[in-house]
């Protein structure tokens, strides 16, 4: 794809942008609210949208499947029904290949519980299991040959980051202790460093979803990249607060990253991780300088934390695509902040402030122990997307607060705020007496 000349990607940009307007569809009724208080947030920001486009599991099925695959998934995408989906999903997962007898366990118990938990993860899990059945025929044909072919199964590997590629996902197998930098932790997740408060910790069910999420949608979002038509780095770094990069804190760690014992391999594979990212970096001072670079700008910043457009996409739901003069917004109901939104998690804040906990001696050179690029919140943008999710602002921070104890919590405020009414009554009606039998007595 680095290798398509000039003249290629404006010839065939238009079949891109026409692809992505077929896997997805219109804003419906009940979204527009949200949609019109995001838009109005982003033209604030001196960006004019001139269309919305919604990818959520029904378009992507009408689009990604075989007509026979079709007929069976869309009614399960249709309906709250668990037994049905689940069981679909838990055939496929059955015949999906595994690296190893214990991981396939472990998978399929956390698919279980994110279909006993969550509409969205089903659905997602539905969508993708649908489209890899189906194979790449259903794609246009002149896409298929940018792409490349799928397998008829999906794969899972064990590895120590996890990613995906189509039809193949690798995980980590010792998913305990998962920390993430995030939006509105509750005390009960927070992680605390030496530089404080450092991340909330991940639920099971969050990383499968978000690596079955890039296998749906990262074609997409990959090819406008490379087309040109993308504009969702300028977006995030209009609709961002207080971007901040520490060259010290880099520094420090790529010292610390250097001092590793050298049998762990560990900067060779932070330079093996990191080469899809950068241009150039061959070595830790090549990546060091091109991340300098990079910290020297809003929108280079923004690349640091969140990396390119298909992980803004499946983390944040948001991506800018040009269309000519146009600005098309497409929004993703299957994200990450979604599903935080649905489940009452911790909200994500980036792709590259984590760390991982378990008892690995290598973690303590691969993961900063200060965050060298930085941003906070910004409430308006995270309000807006909460309302296109069908939520807002208040019943979420009742969810992160409470989760499913909010109906106890609320009877057992109410009992507070009953006892206290009739201790103020008591107290009242004592001191009225006290007073009457003090005025009778003079």
């Known amino acids: 794809m680095d290798a398509l000349n000039a003249q290629f990607r404006k010839e065939q ?26 838009i109005s947030l982003i033209e604030s920001k001196g960006i004019k949208i001139d269309g919305v486009k ?16 079709k007929d069976e998934i869309i009614p399960l995408l249709l309906t709250t029904n668990k037994k049905a989906s689940t069981n679909f999903i838990k055939n496929h997962l059955n015949s999906s290949v595994f690296s190893s007898d214990s991981f396939k366990y472990k998978v399929q118990k956390t698919v279980e519980q994110g279909c006993a938990r969550s ?7 539905v969508t993708t299991f649908g489209k890899i059945s189906s194979g790449s025929s259903v794609i246009s044909a002149q896409l298929s040959t940018l792409v490349g072919g799928n397998s008829n199964h999906m794969s899972f590997k064990e590895g120590y980051w996890p990613n995906s590629k189509g039809e193949s996902i690798v995980l980590t197998c010792d998913r305990d202790n998962v920390f993430q930098n995030s939006f509105f932790h509750s005390s009960a997740t927070e992680k605390r460093t030496e530089t404080g408060t450092f991340a909330a910790l991940f639920d099971d069910i969050y990383i499968p979803y978000h690596e079955m999420g890039h296998s749906s949608s990262a074609i997409f979002f990959g090819l ?33 990253l250097k001092a590793a014992p050298q049998e762990m391999n560990v900067r060779e594979r932070y330079i093996r991780s990191l080469k899809v990212i950068y241009d150039h970096g061959q070595s830790l001072d090549e990546l060091k300088a091109e991340i300098a670079q990079l910290g020297a700008s809003n929108e280079g910043i923004v690349r640091l934390l969140h990396l ?4 803004i996409f499946q983390i944040l739901g948001l991506a800018l695509v040009k269309n000519g003069d146009e600005n098309i917004l497409f929004i993703n109901p299957l994200c990450d902040l979604a599903l935080a939104s649905e489940q009452g998690l911790p ?4 792709h590259v402030g984590f760390a991982l906990n378990p008892e690995k001696k290598e973690y303590s050179f691969l993961l900063p122990k200060k965050l060298f690029v930085n941003h906070s919140i910004n409430l308006d943008f995270y309000g807006a997307m909460l309302k296109v999710f069908g939520s807002s602002m208040q019943q979420y921070m009742m969810k992160i607060m409470y989760g499913d104890n909010l109906p106890h919590a609320l009877m057992m405020e109410w009992g507070l705020v009953k006892t206290c009414i009739v201790l103020q009554y008591l107290y009242n009606m004592l001191h009225t007496q006290a007073s009457t039998a003090i005025v009778q007595q003079n």
């Not at 509409?119 to 899990?125: S, T, Y």
């Not at 087309?227 to 969702?232: A, L, P, R, S, V």
């Not at 390119?308 to 992980?311: L, Q, R, W």
């Open 347 to 350: 909200i994500r804040a980036d």
């Open 54 to 69: 919604f990818m959520n599991a029904l378009s992507l099925a009408n689009y990604l499947t075989a007509q026979a695959t």
């Open 119 to 125: 509409k969205l993860f089903r659905d997602l899990f």
């Open 224 to 256: 406008t990249t490379c087309f040109d038509i993308d504009d969702t780095i300028r977006l995030i770094t209009a609709l961002s607060n207080n971007l901040t990069f520490d060259e010290e804190a880099l520094n420090e760690f790529l010292e610390h």
């Open 308 to 311: 390119n457009s298909v992980e």
């Open 13 to 38: 940009s238009p079949l891109v942008f026409n692809e992505l307007c077929r896997a997805s569809r219109q804003p419906l009724s009940k979204e527009s609210d949200g949609v019109r208080e995001l």
